[in-house]
T-cell receptor, first 114, second 116 residues
Framework: AQSVTQLGSHVSVSEGALVLLRCNYS??????LFWYVQYPNQGLQLLLK??????LVKGINGFEAEFKKSETSFHLTKPSAHMSDAAEYFC????????????FGSGTRLQVQP | GAVVSQHPSRVICKSGTSVKIECRSL??????MFWYRQFPKQSLMLMAT?????????EQGVEKDKFLINHASLTLSTLTVTSAHPEDSSFYIC????????????FGPGTRLTVL
C-alpha cells in the first residue's frame, strides 16, 4: 500500500523568496517519487522524479527535491520564487520501479506575491 | 518528446447521453495508459489502468459498465462515459507510460466534462 501526504494545502511566498513544498510518503516497496505541476484547466507536467539513484534530484524550472528515507520525505524546493511558479503542485508515489499507477497527494497551491 | 493529447478538451452534454474522450500518445508507443478523475480543488484519483489489447483494470468503486475503456492500439485509449449524469461532471485526465519498463507517466491536458 502507498500513500502521500502533502502538508499545507496553500503556501504563499513573496517573489524571490525560498519555496518549500512538503511531501511525506508511505510505501511498502521501494518508492519512485514524482513532483508534478498543474496550471489551471491543464494536465500535469513532470517537474522531477526520484528513481532510487541520487537522493538530490534536480528538475525543470529551478526546482529540486531531496529524498530522505529516514524521514520518508521528498520535499520540493526552489531558491527564488517567480510569479510564473504560481500553480498547483502534486507529489506522487509509485511502486515496482514506477510501473504502477501513481498515488497522488492532495496537492499544494502555491501563491507568489509580488 | 513524450507528448500526450486528449480530445475534446471540453464537452458539455445532456444527461443520459454518452461521451467519448480520446487519449493519444503522439511520439511514443504507450503499452499502458491510465485514466484519472479530478474533482474541483481536489487531487487526481485513479479510475482504471488500460493495457493495449486487453481489458482495463478498474479501481474499486468505479463502474466498468459506466466508464468504458478501450485501448485498441499502442497510441490510443478511449474513455466513454455512458448515460452521463450531472455527478459525472469532472476533469478527466489520462496518462501514458512508454513501454513496460518505463518509470514515468506523461499526462494529457485533460478533458472538462459538464453534464447538464
Amino acid at each position: 500500500a502507498q500513500s502521500v501526504t502533502q502538508l499545507g494545502s496553500h503556501v504563499s511566498v513573496s517573489e524571490g523568496a525560498l519555496v518549500l513544498l512538503r511531501c511525506n510518503y508511505s510505501s511498502s516497496v521501494p518508492p519512485y517519487l514524482f513532483w508534478y505541476v498543474q496550471y489551471p484547466n491543464q494536465g500535469l507536467q513532470l517537474l522531477l522524479k526520484y528513481t532510487s539513484a541520487a537522493t538530490l534530484v534536480k528538475g525543470i524550472n529551478g526546482f529540486e527535491a531531496e529524498f530522505k528515507k529516514s524521514e520518508t520525505s521528498f520535499h520540493l524546493t526552489k531558491p527564488s520564487a517567480h510569479m510564473s511558479d504560481a500553480a498547483e503542485y502534486f507529489c506522487a508515489v509509485s511502486g515496482v520501479e514506477g510501473r504502477r499507477a501513481l498515488t497522488f497527494g492532495s496537492g499544494t497551491r502555491l501563491q507568489v506575491q509580488p | 518528446g513524450a507528448v500526450v493529447s486528449q480530445h475534446p478538451s471540453r464537452v458539455i452534454c445532456k444527461s443520459g447521453t454518452s461521451v467519448k474522450i480520446e487519449c493519444r500518445s503522439l511520439d511514443f508507443q504507450a503499452t499502458t495508459m491510465f485514466w484519472y478523475r479530478q474533482f474541483p480543488k481536489q487531487s487526481l484519483m485513479l479510475m482504471a489502468t488500460s493495457n493495449e489489447g486487453s481489458k482495463a483494470t478498474y479501481e474499486q468503486g468505479v463502474e466498468k459498465d459506466k466508464f468504458l475503456i478501450n485501448h485498441a492500439s499502442l497510441t490510443l485509449s478511449t474513455l466513454t462515459v455512458t448515460s452521463a449524469h450531472p455527478e459525472d461532471s469532472s476533469f478527466y485526465i489520462c496518462s501514458a507510460r512508454a513501454g513496460q519498463l518505463a518509470d514515468t507517466q506523461y499526462f494529457g491536458p485533460g478533458t472538462r466534462l459538464t453534464v447538464l
